[in-house]
């Protein structure tokens, strides 16, 4: 929750507070000009606050058994050997906070892996979401100038220009919320997640976002389907093992395919303009960059500082991870495909995947950056993933109060339970 929060008020504040804008430079490429230092310093608090938050659950953790799931242990590899080549084995010039984040996000991942999120964490997401979507689409319409583009030829939202919220592309603003859709799986009012969905779905449309349009959709499909796989109407689990059908479930494995095939055959003509990007990371990976990968400014510099991002998941993997990092992400994807018996916890963890996959082909759904949403969401589903395995019986206390952990059931329980302990 405190990297959330973090996330969201950097670009808040550095918005509202902070006056940051883009501004072109003599050949029009743009940069964020930052107008204060308190975007920073509150974002840096409070990603302190989420080490510390994860620090305390690793020592309580400790006290309970637990047996990660594959899915999360290959999240957790994927995530140190992220670390290890990006502070100890390349030469890659990075400033300390840099560094501190990149050591941070190894803590966190434990963190979550020791002590899962609980629904309560989910219920509060929820509440962070709808009031960023809300404050994006009133900063949008009230202050257009500094909330909104101007239409493209090939792209408008349906109020007239892109509304960009707090964030300075269209993109991100829907990307921003649309990974924590899957939150609303524990939502016990309907009335509740129609609205959530309807506010969802405005911002959605006002950026003018084809891939945030379908995100929408998928997300639209998790939150239904997986509220009537896991509970009846009074709120009561009915299947101790709810399942995603096969195609669903494969949606994240296929997606990264597709992604890596793109990235390895597109030409520079092609998928406007992603081509040359990939083109130009293929040609600048060589030797031990593809092993660890070649560092957080690649894709800057093949293209001048004209592109910043990757626009795939695979691409973006091999840049900050190298090859090493996209066979344990694939050995992820296939872990959470393979599932057999996923408890109630594990249900709503890939529910958060298969949303964020929606992305993997044409952008970096997952990004390895820790002050993103992109990265909470990495860490909501590998808790919610490591769930599965708990050899103590019993409920795990919430590390924020006395909230239940509904994922916990018994150990080995008999193939026909029809509930489970909530």
């Known amino acids: 929750m405190m990297l959330t929060a973090s996330a969201f008020a950097y670009a808040v504040i550095g918005k509202v507070i902070d006056g940051n ?33 994860a620090g305390f659950g690793i020592v309580q953790g400790l006290r309970i058994g637990r047996s990660p799931s594959f899915f999360s242990v290959a999240m957790l590899l994927l995530i140190v050997w992220w670390f290890v080549g990006l502070v100890l084995l390349r030469p890659v010039q990075l400033s300390l906070d840099q560094a501190v984040l990149a050591g941070a996000a190894v803590v966190m991942v434990v963190g979550v892996i020791m002590s899962p999120p609980v629904d309560r964490t989910l219920v509060i997401l929820n509440v962070i979401r709808d009031a960023m979507v809300a404050g994006s689409l009133a900063f949008s319409l009230l202050r257009p100038a500094q909330g909104q583009l101007p239409c493209r030829e090939d792209k408008c939202g349906v109020f007239g220009g892109m509304y960009t919220g707090f964030y300075f592309h269209e993109n991100v603003a829907a990307s921003g919320v649309l990974l924590l859709m899957p939150a609303l799986l524990v939502a016990r009012s309907r009335l509740y997640v129609l609205a959530a969905i309807a506010g969802l779905g405005t911002l959605v449309l006002a950026t003018g976002s084809r891939t945030g349009i379908l995100t929408f959709v998928l997300g639209v499909f998790v939150v239904i389907y997986g509220q009537w796989r896991m509970e009846d109407d009074e709120g009561e689990l009915v299947n101790p093992w709810p399942r995603w059908p096969l195609p669903v479930r494969a949606l994240p494995l296929l997606a990264f395919a597709g992604s890596s095939y793109l990235f390895l055959s597109a030409a520079d003509d092609e998928l406007t303009g992603r081509g040359v990007v990939y083109s130009g990371i293929r040609d600048a990976m060589t030797g031990a960059e593809l092993i660890f990968g070649g560092g957080t400014d690649v894709v800057e510099r093949i293209s001048g500082g004209w592109v910043m991002g990757e626009h795939g998941q695979a691409p973006h993997l091999l840049v900050h991870a190298g090859i090493v990092g996209m066979l344990v992400f694939t050995f992820a994807m296939v872990a959470s495909m393979l599932m057999k018996h996923p408890t109630r916890s594990q249900f709503m963890g890939l529910g958060f995947l298969i949303v964020a996959s929606s992305q993997f082909v044409t952008e970096p759904g997952w990004e390895l950056a820790v002050r993103s949403v992109d990265f909470v969401s990495i860490l909501i589903t590998t808790g919610l993933m490591a769930t599965g395995a708990v050899v ?25 339970a029809r509930r489970v302990s909530q």
């Open 21 to 53: 804008i883009q501004v072109p430079d003599q050949v029009g490429r743009l940069h964020v000009m930052a107008g204060g230092a308190t975007a920073t310093l509150v974002s840096l608090g409070l990603i302190a606050a989420a080490i510390l938050c």
């Open 392 to 416: 103590a019986v019993g409920k795990i206390p919430s590390r924020l109060g006395n909230a239940r952990d509904s994922s916990v059931a018994v150990a080995n329980p008999h193939p026909r």
